[in-house]
């Protein structure tokens, strides 16, 4: 584990926290309701932990008890790619560091 997270200017908003066991019931139930059906299929879970994004590090060291460490987005890119993480991903999160301001809006349930 990377015990870091990235400090980042332009990324205001929240992230959703969904536990893997609810993802992975998720995709099974759809599997099962939609077996044979054609065409792609969206399904959505929101989870019941909204993490503000200024608050990433305060939060993961609430659940380890870890301290982490706020690293520039380039030194945390490095950090996560020798730990493995997928190059896909480590780009993503480059190129998300260099992108104008962006708003994550804060999910919730129900219909619209």
Not at 93 to 111: D, H, I, T, Y
Request: hydrophobic share 40%; proline share 3%.
């Amino acid at each position: 584990m990377a015990n870091a997270v990235p400090r980042t200017g332009n990324l205001r908003g929240w992230i959703n926290l969904v536990p893997l066991g609810t993802v992975v019931a998720g995709v099974r139930r759809a599997l099962d309701e939609e077996a044979g059906g054609e065409g792609v299929r969206f399904r959505h879970e929101i989870g019941d932990v909204d993490v503000g994004l200024g608050g990433v590090g305060e939060y993961i060291e609430g659940e380890t008890g870890r301290e982490v460490r706020v690293l520039k987005m380039e030194e945390w890119t490095g950090l996560v790619r020798e730990l493995g993480m997928d190059s896909l991903l480590v780009e993503f999160f480059g190129n998300v560091a260099k992108s104008p301001e962006v708003l994550w809006q804060r999910l919730r349930m129900g219909e619209i």
